[in-house]
């Protein structure tokens, strides 16, 4: 009884500690997993059209490629919560990360829409998967009070990753192909896999309850700060509460269900818009007339935006709240997607208008997106946090599952005034989702109340 009285609450030590450069620099390599992440799941939107002229096929084969491989990350996202919860969060992400790139290489060799359909199916379970438990990490390597910001920063890297994919699609496409894009896009997340074996530890909320693994714990603890003493032992303040054995079921217990239906409904109706813009913006904006390094330049632009807007994003909401921060961007980005569906979008338009009405959007729709991640990570504690991220990512999967057929229909039919009108509607519901989540994260000035 003296020793479990005299044991270290992990949690509780890191909330109180400073963030320490070690602390940072943990963020930034799951955050570069991220970035590989973000090259992989835009690669396939950039080449599209290239494909299309390669093999002679219309847009429209392409949608059950984007749609089924948004079906793997759904299943992903669902399944490598559960094992992040289970086994650990970097063995989840690091197999992720291995998954995605070894069939993103594979991916290379395909000649025809049915095989690359299913190795974008296969692909997108690593691609789906790596998210939520790079945001678990992220959110328990650091304090609480820094935690949202540190967890926007690791998601953020979804639309980093694709600037540089657009970026190297102007530059690179051109040169060597797009089966030698997708090549060098799977072997580099593999190579930087086997690195962070070794340089990434396990996540110490997650060490905690594994005793065996208590030397782990005790190193990633010193090397952030703390002084422990020899023969320290650490307490886990769940266990022995029914979360602490929680099963699906728990997400809908009273105490989260009304939480966890919101950020389904957001997670769906954010990603369907974001993913609609990551998997057909190059090819519409090549359907309306633009040439293809305009056409990219579209997508790094919706990108980039994104970057700024979710960056911006993280810190306004460590200040003032989630709530505040989230809705305000989600209206910007209703407004818009709005006047990007009322305007010319042609090589006759104002090129400069466009770009500028894409990035804005970009911006306050990515950096809805991000901080997601980061509001989910709050909502839910240590014991079902990766399952609850996952989950509420594998459901917001359906909508990105939907863009394959909901995008090519809006392009063919009725072009950027539907297609942008379907990213306006999206955001709407997505506003009244976010509106519903009880527990936003707090502004600053109330943490730890």
Not at 51 to 56: C, G, R, S, T
Not at 340 to 364: H, K, N, Q, R, V
Not at 385 to 406: D, E, Y
């Amino acid at each position: 009884m003296q020793q479990q009285e005299n044991a270290v609450d992990v949690g509780s030590l890191i909330d109180a500690g400073t963030w320490t450069g070690y602390q940072r620099w943990l963020v930034l390599l799951v955050a570069m997993t991220i970035v590989f992440d973000g090259i992989d799941n835009q690669l396939l939107g950039i080449v599209i059209p290239t494909v299309m002229a390669e093999w002679d096929v219309p847009r429209s084969a392409f949608a059950p490629v984007v749609s089924f491989g948004y079906g793997g990350m759904m299943v992903g996202g669902l399944v490598a919560g559960f094992v992040g919860d289970r086994i650990g969060r970097r063995a989840a992400l690091l197999g992720s990360m291995a998954v995605f790139g070894v069939l993103t290489v594979v991916a290379a060799f395909v000649h025809s829409t049915e095989s690359l359909t299913v190795l974008r199916f296969l692909a997108g379970i690593g691609l789906g998967g790596a998210m939520p438990n790079a945001a678990a990490l992220a959110a328990e390597y650091v304090p609480a009070r820094v935690r949202p910001i540190a967890v926007t920063a690791t998601i953020v890297c979804v639309p980093l990753g694709g600037t540089l994919a657009g970026l190297l699609g102007i530059q690179v496409l051109p040169a060597i192909g797009w089966r030698a894009l997708f090549i060098i896009g799977g072997i580099v997340p593999l190579v930087a896999a086997v690195a962070l074996r070794f340089l990434l530890p396990e996540s110490p909320q997650f060490l905690v309850r594994r005793r065996d693994r208590w030397h782990e714990l005790i190193a990633v603890m010193r090397r952030m700060g703390h002084t422990l003493a020899p023969g320290t032992t650490f307490v886990d303040p769940a266990v022995g509460r029914a979360v602490s054995q929680a099963s699906f079921g728990t997400l809908f217990s009273a105490a989260f269900r009304r939480d966890t239906l919101a950020l389904w409904g957001s997670f769906f109706s954010c990603l369907l818009a974001v993913y609609l813009g990551f998997s057909w913006l190059t090819t519409l904006l090549s359907g309306a007339g633009f040439d293809p390094a305009t056409a990219n330049t579209g997508i790094t632009a919706f990108n980039l935006g994104g970057v700024v807007g979710a960056l911006l994003g993280g810190v306004v909401i460590t200040r003032l709240g989630s709530r505040l921060a989230m809705l305000t961007m989600t209206g910007v980005a209703i407004g818009g997607a709005t006047g990007l569906a009322m305007m010319e979008i042609s090589p006759a338009a104002s090129l400069f208008t466009i770009m500028a009405m894409l990035t804005l959007t970009g911006s306050m729709i990515n950096g809805v997106q991000t901080t997601m991640y980061a509001l989910a990570a709050h909502v839910y504690p240590t014991a079902i946090r990766a399952r609850g991220v996952g989950t509420a990512v594998a459901f917001g999967r359906i909508g990105a599952f939907m863009t394959g057929f909901i995008g090519s229909w809006a392009a063919d039919m009725g072009g950027t005034q539907a297609f942008f009108g379907v990213v306006a509607a999206m955001m709407v519901v997505t506003f009244v989702s976010l509106a519903l989540v009880s527990r936003h994260v707090p502004a600053t000035n109330r943490v730890g109340e």
